[in-house]
């Protein structure tokens, strides 16, 4: 019997002796009657799936949003960032793993109902213009995320992805009428980081990017954790680089951030700042006009510079803008026209 509290899933179809199919995320689960699917956040019961975290809110918070990071949307704006428990990676490195791997090692989520319009009410009084889906991966809180985005778009917030990419074309289309701006982790670029250090998959991140840069609106920024001795070789940093600039966009920015000891990688050295330098000058190379520096404070790849003339453009320390000198998307000094969304 279904317990009433659960909330009916969206982005399934049912399949023949009770089993569901789940079309969310690219693990595209067949789930058998009384089972879970791979992010154990979503359950079959009498053929029917439901979502086990949508009254699980287990974070909330205003936030820069530079934070997420997003350089070139809204710059200096707040996000008021939510999230549930789960994910449908198992990143060995993840910062938010108390939360983002909680179903799988513990039968019982934590987190508190939090309705649509207290979290838009909220983001409201705290003066956001935006709210962030954010520290575990929003797909698979998916209910929560589209009706408070649906309400957010209505009271004149924006909404806002921080995603590892694996989601559906089918997700992304279902999200595409309210979801404003993303960031996604472009990880790696071979099959073997993503099978060995995030337990997932590769192609479909690249499937999600080439979607969203060339069929929807949806603002996008890609950041790649450069992990000392996994993915911070010359060869793996052009290749991304290469992809974004030609399978998305030279506009698209590039974040480049440094790695600290997490989770089940403590015994892995924090980057190196020249590692980083590096990467900045092969995104250049590549022709990217917006490469960032993330996790190391105080350098000059924090701040935007005009692609066209090298001038100053919004200057930052760490999360904080001191000067944003953009005018209408242009540069003051030679009139470029500057990549971004409400700039």
Known sequence: MKDETLKRAVLWEPEEAQKVRCFLCNWRCVIADGKLGHCHV????????????????????????????????QPGSKSFSIAAPGCNFQCVFCQNWQISQMPYYQNDLEGSGCSPEKIVEAAIQSGCKSIAHTYTEPTIFMELCAETALLAKQKGLFNIFVSNGFMTAEAIEFVKPWLDGINIDLKAFTEDYYRDLCKAKFEPVLDTIRHIANSTDIWLEITTLVVPGKNDSDDELRSIAEFIAKETSVDTPWHVSRFYPQYKMTDTRVTDGNILERAYDIGKEAGLRYVYMGNLPGVRAESTYCYSCGALLIERTGYQIQQNLIRDHRCPQCNAKIAGFDL
Not at 44 to 62: H, R
Request: charged share 30%; proline share 6%.
């Open 42 to 73: 979503r359950k079959n019961v009498d053929g029917v799936l439901y979502s086990l975290n949508y009254d699980k809110l287990c974070a909330a918070n205003s936030d820069p949003i530079e934070k997420k990071p997003l350089f070139h949307f």
